[in-house]
C-alpha cells in the first residue's frame, strides 16, 4: 500500500548543496525578473488600495453568488464577503471620487432591491486612505521581516539570521512577481498571506537550523558542505510532508472557498511552494557564503 510518509526515504542522502550555484543563479534571475515585472507592470490592486464604495446589507437569505451574479455583469471590479453573520454582507465596488459613489449606490439598490432587506450603510473609500492601507501594509512585511531577524540572531548566530532574512526577502519578491505576472488580486488579504508565507517558511528553516547546529556539536570534524547536506536530509521527510498537508488544505480552499478567498489562497500556494525551496536551497547554503565554522558554533555555547 502506498504511503505518503515514504516519499521521502529516511536516510536519504542528496548532495543538494553540491548544486546551490545552479540554484543561486536560478533564484537571481527569477528575483530580478520579478523586480523588472513589479517594476513595469505593477500590482493589480484591489479596492482595498485604489478606493471605492463599500455598502453594507442584509440580505433575505440570498448568496454572495446570487448577488456576484447579479452585479458583475454591471461593474467592473465587485468584491463580496459575509460580515458578522451569513445574511450580512459587505459589497466593495470600485470608483474614483464622492459623486460616482453615489451613482453607484444607487445602481446597486435599483439592481439587488428585491433580494435585500436592508440598506445599513455606505461610505466612499478616497485614494488617500488607500494609499495609508498600502504603506501601512509595506511596514507590516517589514516589521515582519525585521523581528524575523532578531530572532534569529538572539536564537542563533547572526549568520543563521541573516541567511533566514535573505530567504525570506527572496520568498516575498518572488511570491509578489508571480501575482504581479498573473494579475491576482493584490488587497489586504493578499498582505495577509504574504505574512503568512514568512511565517511558515521561517518555521521550515529553523528546524533546518536547528539541525544543523545539533550536527556542528556532533560532528566537528565533517566538512561544513556534507554536515549541510547531511541536516537538510535529516529533516527532509518532515519538511516535504508538511508542504504536501498544507498544500492539499490551500488546493481545498482554493476550490471550494469562493471568490473572495481565492487570491488569499492562491497566493498562498504559490509562497509554500517558494517557501519550501528557499529553505533548502537558500537559507542553509547563504551559511556557506559566510564560511561558518564549527568552532564559532563552540565559542557561542
Known amino acids: 500500500m502506498f504511503r505518503l510518509n515514504k516519499i521521502i526515504p529516511v536516510d536519504s542522502d542528496y548532495k543538494f548543496l553540491n548544486f546551490r550555484k545552479h540554484f543561486y543563479i536560478a533564484s537571481a534571475i527569477a528575483i530580478a525578473l520579478s523586480l523588472i515585472i513589479l517594476l513595469f507592470k505593477g500590482l ?8 471605492g464604495t463599500l455598502i453594507e446589507v442584509s440580505t433575505n437569505e440570498s448568496s454572495i453568488g446570487e448577488l456576484r451574479d447579479i452585479l458583475a455583469p454591471n461593474f467592473n471590479e465587485v468584491s463580496l464577503q459575509e460580515f458578522g453573520d451569513e445574511n450580512t454582507v459587505i459589497i466593495r465596488l470600485q470608483n474614483d471620487n464622492n459623486q460616482e459613489s453615489m451613482k453607484t449606490v444607487e445602481k446597486v439598490k435599483v439592481l439587488i432591491d428585491d433580494k435585500v432587506t436592508e440598506f445599513r450603510r455606505s461610505e466612499f473609500v478616497g485614494p488617500t486612505v488607500s494609499s495609508e492601507l498600502l504603506w501601512k501594509g509595506f511596514q507590516a512585511v517589514s516589521f515582519a521581516l525585521f523581528a524575523i531577524l532578531i530572532y534569529i540572531w538572539l536564537r542563533f548566530e547572526w549568520q543563521f539570521g541573516f541567511g533566514a532574512v535573505v530567504a525570506l526577502t527572496h520568498d516575498v519578491l518572488f511570491t509578489l ?42 560532528y566537528k570534524k565533517l566538512e561544513l558542505i556534507d554536515l549541510f547536506n547531511m541536516s537538510i536530509n535529516n529533516t527532509l521527510s518532515r519538511t516535504v510532508m508538511t508542504s504536501i498537508t498544507t498544500l492539499l488544505a490551500l488546493i481545498s480552499l482554493y476550490i471550494f472557498g469562493g471568490e473572495v478567498i481565492k487570491p488569499f489562497a492562491l497566493t498562498m500556494i504559490i509562497g509554500v511552494l517558494i517557501g519550501t525551496y528557499s529553505s533548502i536551497f537558500i537559507a542553509v547554503p547563504t551559511l556557506l557564503v559566510f564560511k561558518f565554522r564549527p568552532q564559532e558554533e563552540d565559542e557561542v555555547n
Open 177 to 218: 512577481g508571480i501575482v504581479s505576472l498573473f494579475n491576482i488580486e493584490f488587497s489586504l488579504s493578499t498582505i495577509a498571506a504574504v505574512l503568512t508565507i514568512a511565517g511558515y517558511s521561517i518555521n521550515d528553516t529553523v528546524v533546518i537550523f536547528d539541525r544543523v547546529r545539533e550536527n556542528l556539536r556532533k
Open 44 to 51: 493589480n490592486l484591489g479596492i482595498d488600495f485604489k478606493g
